[in-house]
């Protein structure tokens, strides 16, 4: 058991929201909070390579804190700056960000024939040690953070991991991911089942460190057909779920919520309530109602899920997107943590995002 002495947690909302306790109003955070759209983000990184802010303890727990700061009172989480590549990088790929582009994999994995794919499957990585620099910003960020709202660790999933290290960085027709699971099949189920075991003592190893909730990232999950969902991304899924748990009573640790976002996978919302995961991250393919009264049937929360897009819509639009989020997610007190359908994206005005906020604040009050 970590002994960190962190402070008392002052603002529990989100937590009690998570473990399907009734509350005053529904918690508020966005994905991709620490980000491009703020100003304060460019000030503090500068010229600075985005993994080396990452693996800076001071750089990733100030930029963790800004939008803490910046919208105080009416944020209730904060989730620690990094990057779900840390994993593929951990495995021994290299992995670059390109600015304006995003991810590059130098040298992705071709097939499973190559020397390289043996030696990313077989490689025995040593997720403590190799990712210490994300635990220690961990640690660092719960200290600064002085209690004020609680903190998230997170992780890529299998299925999106295995896309970006064949992909070798983001696409839009995923030739290289269907080659593997539709013509290497169980090559493809080696490499997951692989990296579902590194996500899970990279999760339990984030809670060691002081976070308090875990979000698990499938942002390509929609590229899959059902069927294929169910072979190479939800096992996977279940497996990090499923071991998480048994791995931090192992360790001497609470067991903290858990978070699936399966991003464009509308199809598989019963299975994924299905799964040990108390929380189903709801992208904005979902009319609350409906995906509400799903999640209700199986006792778990969902998080989200406007799109991020409507921020670039002004006040009217905003207004109309929340107050169908307040109505369908049950008035707001109970079983529903609010935030968009995806990050939030480059270019969005931070104001317009506090009125977001705020607006599920106000209308949140009343119902
Ligand atoms: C797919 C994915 C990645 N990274 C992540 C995902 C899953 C979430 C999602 O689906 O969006 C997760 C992520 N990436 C980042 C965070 C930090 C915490 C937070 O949410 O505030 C989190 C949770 C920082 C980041 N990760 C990245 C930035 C921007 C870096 C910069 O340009 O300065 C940030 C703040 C870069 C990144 N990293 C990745 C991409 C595709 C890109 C480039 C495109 C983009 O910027 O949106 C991979």
Known sequence: MATHNFPPLKNDLLLRTARNETVARPPCWVMRQAGRYLPEYHQEKG?????????????ASALTLQPIDRFEGLIDAAIIFSDILVIPQAMGMEVIMVDGKGPVFPDPLKTPEDVQYREVVERHVDVKE??????????????????????????????TLLCYMVEGGGSKIFKQTKTWIYKYGDESKILLQKIAELCVEYLAMQ??????????????????SPASFREFA???????????????RELGEEVVPMIVFAKGAWYALEELCQTKYDIVGLDWLHEPREAYAIAQKYGKVVQGNADPGVLYGGNAAIT?????????????????????GHGITPFVKPDDLKFYFAEIHRLSAGS
């Open 207 to 224: 809670v060691v460190a002081g976070a308090q909730i875990v979000q698990i990232f499938d942002s390509w999950a929609g590229e899959l």
């Open 47 to 59: 010229t600075k390579d985005f993994f080396e802010c990452c693996r800076s303890p001071e750089i």
């Open 320 to 340: 109309k997107v929340v107050q169908n989020m307040v109505d369908g997610f049950g008035g707001g007190k109970k079983g529903w943590i609010a935030n968009l």
């Open 130 to 159: 190799s990712l210490d620099y994300v635990y220690k910003a961990i640690t660092m960020t719960r200290h600064k953070l002085d209690g004020r709202v609680p903190l998230y660790g997170f992780c890529g999933a299998p299925f």
């Open 234 to 248: 939800l096992p996977y899924l279940e497996w990090i779920a499923d071991h998480v748990p048994d791995r931090l």
